[in-house]
């Protein structure tokens, strides 16, 4: 039973990441101190899907499930939950390069508008 608790905090801090990479430079025109954070994670995030690697969390989870007598899952957190509920058809090497242009272009385009925002001295 701990095990599969576990694995289901590992997933919730995991899809909390996801969307962290995906939405964070918007809150980052919220809140400026999350500049750091989310640069380093858009970069994480950017890294492993450009990549073709699979995120460590991943691992972790499956293992954990495994412990909890559940089966772990092929692949990426990406392919197992989110994938199949945005694309239609499998997974390519083109489709991960374009999510991880998408991701830099969308958020180059937020901190650009930050930055010409930004205060003047």
């Not at 969307?19 to 954070?37: C, Q, S």
């Not at 692949?75 to 509920?85: C, P, Q, S, T």
Request: aromatic share 14%.
């Amino acid at each position: 039973m701990i095990y599969r608790a576990l694995a289901d905090v590992v997933l919730l801090i995991h899809a909390a990441f996801v969307i962290f990479v995906t939405i964070g430079g918007v809150l980052v025109l919220y809140k400026r101190a999350l500049m750091p954070w989310h640069l380093a994670a858009l970069a994480w995030g950017v890294l492993i899907i450009s990549m073709g690697w699979i995120c460590p969390l991943t691992p972790l989870e499956n293992m954990l499930r495994q412990f909890a007598g559940q089966e772990g899952y092929a692949g990426g957190f990406i392919e197992h939950y989110v994938f199949r509920l945005i694309y239609p058809s499998g997974l390519t090497r083109e489709i991960q390069i374009g999510l991880a242009a998408g991701l830099l272009i969308v958020n180059a385009g937020i901190y650009s508008w930050i930055y010409a925002r930004r205060p003047k001295r």
